[in-house]
């Protein structure tokens, strides 16, 4: 008897270990330290445990995100291989025309969930002349082409977005790219640049160190970590501004797989730390199962099409 009990209690604290023997990458198509890598390690770091896994982070960085996509839309779709996919590479690269594509993420690639909701700043320089958002946009049409703004880069989530601020305010502003939010805010606390709208996440450090002032958030949502800032709408009608991250697959991922990912997910953002990590970095958990997801990317897929053509940006 005594030998059966200590066979049962050596299996019981076996099993964790046998459970987690499979493991699951979490491509990354961006380089370490920035948003999308920070949420590519927050899903290896708590989904996959719920699915009896392990997982593992890998940084493919390089045309948007999307020679990371690449490496998920060849490998086999039996789930052991996802993308962090962020709302760029999925919905607004594909519309660019021009854009250096390896592969086409509206037909090699498919949602599996929906993670977290990514809350959009529109910030300026503590020091400088902009107090609030009716002031920029008056100086803005004092001086046709007189300000700038500064973005990720062409094509990526700021520019658009400062560019459908532009379009529904009826502003002239100068698009000044960078290669990242971060020399992009070194220039905007220099004086060189009048305002950038980024992720919340990305400036959060400056906004409360007292560098950065936070005019006006992108979406009526708002953020908890500052309840007194305005949305963008309160000061232009009907402007929403937010982004998202997710998890993708391949095209022909299993609906078995894609049931695993999607379950484990939103038992994941159960989890009160994980919210309360999302949350520090400016992020929202916002779990959507496969098909909501799928839905939200073709919705998104149309409207940043739109906002592309109207601004005749391109890719190339």
């Not at 959009?120 to 803005?140: E, F, K, N, S, T």
């Not at 992009?184 to 906004?207: C, H, K, S, W, Y």
Request: hydrophobic share 45%.
């Amino acid at each position: 008897m005594r030998r059966i009990l200590l066979a049962a209690v050596a299996a019981f604290i076996a099993f964790p270990a046998m459970a987690q023997d499979r493991t699951v990458r979490v491509i990354s198509g961006f380089a370490a330290g920035g948003a999308g890598d920070l949420m590519a390690r927050l899903i290896a770091e708590y989904v996959p445990p719920l699915m009896g896994a392990r997982g593992v982070v890998e940084n493919r960085t390089g045309a948007n995100g999307l020679i990371g996509a690449e490496v998920v839309a060849r490998s086999a779709p039996d789930g052991n291989t996802v993308l962090q996919c962020p709302m760029g590479s999925m919905t607004i690269t594909p519309n660019l025309p021009g854009a250096a594509m390896p592969i086409d993420p509206r037909t090699e690639l498919t949602g599996v969930a929906n993670v977290a909701l990514s809350t959009y700043a529109l910030i300026v320089a503590a020091r400088g002349p902009h107090q609030d958002v009716p002031g920029l946009l008056a100086a803005a049409r004092a001086r046709p082409g007189g300000l700038s703004y500064a973005s990720a880069g062409v094509g990526s989530a700021q520019h658009l977005s400062a560019e459908l601020l532009k379009a529904r305010a009826g502003v002239d502003i100068v698009h000044v790219p960078y290669r990242g939010a971060t020399p992009a805010v070194v220039d905007i606390l220099g004086g060189r640049i009048d305002f950038m709208i980024t992720n919340l996440g990305d400036v959060m450090r400056q906004i409360t160190g007292g560098e950065l002032r936070l005019l006006a958030l992108g979406d009526d949502a708002g953020s908890p970590l500052f309840p007194n800032a305005r949305p963008i709408s309160a000061f232009v009608p009907g402007l929403q501004m937010a982004g998202w991250f997710g998890i993708c697959g391949p095209r022909a991922m299993s609906a078995e797989s894609l049931a695993q990912w999607s379950d484990g997910t939103r038992r994941a953002l159960e989890n009160p730390q994980l919210r309360e990590r999302l949350l520090a970095n400016g992020l929202t958990a916002q779990f959507e199962a496969t098909a909501p997801f799928n839905a939200r990317i073709a919705r998104d897929l149309q409207s940043w099409g739109e906002v592309i053509r109207a601004a005749g940006v391109r890719g190339d």
